[in-house]
Structure formats: C-alpha cells, structure tokens
C-alpha cells in the first residue's frame, strides 16, 4: 500500500495550487490532507468520504477544495488564495474505516509530504 502526494511548489501569496495524491494497493473509504509548518505540530486540513462528503480546518473554509477520484484512488486538495501562514509540508492519509476523521491516529496510511512554500 502506497499514497504518492505531489504538486507542491513555491506560489506567491493570492495564488492556487493543487495537491494530489494516488493510492495503489487498496482502496480507502476516507482521505484526509494534513499540513505541519516549521515548529508546529500537524495540523487536520481537510478531510473527504466516500460518498465525498467534505469537511475542513476552519481557516481554509472558502478557499480549499478537497475531492476525490474513485476510479482512478486519488484525493486531490485545491488551494486557492493562498497565505503565508499556509506554508507547510502538505500529506495526505487514508483509511479503511468509516466516519470522518480530524486526528493524525485516526488515519492508517500516510503519503510522504508535499512542501507548499507561499511568499508574501
């Protein structure tokens, strides 16, 4: 079981970007996009179900999209206006339980980290 995330970048700050990450090995009823910033813990940013219900940090309600692509096993985050404070590495995790789910022990499978650097 595998999650490759991708599409980090360096972005000025008002833009966008969009993560994704593939699964192969299994197939995930829940995915979510955590992010942890230099010195901070990692934070719950956005997380999706099965049926693509969505739900989100409070801070990027309005400006990041998390969705998902059953037939293909990718989760994907747009990242729209972005903010300096967004700078972090962005992972995402998945699960085979289902709920929602905001707590890093609450996920079974993490991929490797995508860095998004957002200058001002």
């Known amino acids: 079981v595998q999650l490759q995330a991708s599409g980090g970048g360096l972005v000025q700050a008002g833009g966008s970007l969009r993560l994704s990450c593939a699964a192969s090995?299994?197939?995930?009823?829940?995915y979510g996009w955590f992010r942890q910033a230099p010195g901070k813990e990692r934070e719950f940013v956005a997380g999706i179900t099965w049926t693509s219900r969505s739900y989100y940090l409070q801070s990027v309600k309005g400006r990041f999209t998390i969705s998902r692509d059953n037939a293909k096993n990718t989760v994907y985050l747009q990242m729209n206006s972005l903010k300096p404070e967004d700078t972090a590495v962005y992972y995402c995790a998945a699960t085979t339980a289902w709920g929602t789910f905001t707590f890093n022990g609450e996920y079974d499978y993490w991929g490797q980290g995508t860095l998004v650097t957002v200058s001002s």
């Open positions: 090995g299994r197939t995930f009823s829940n």
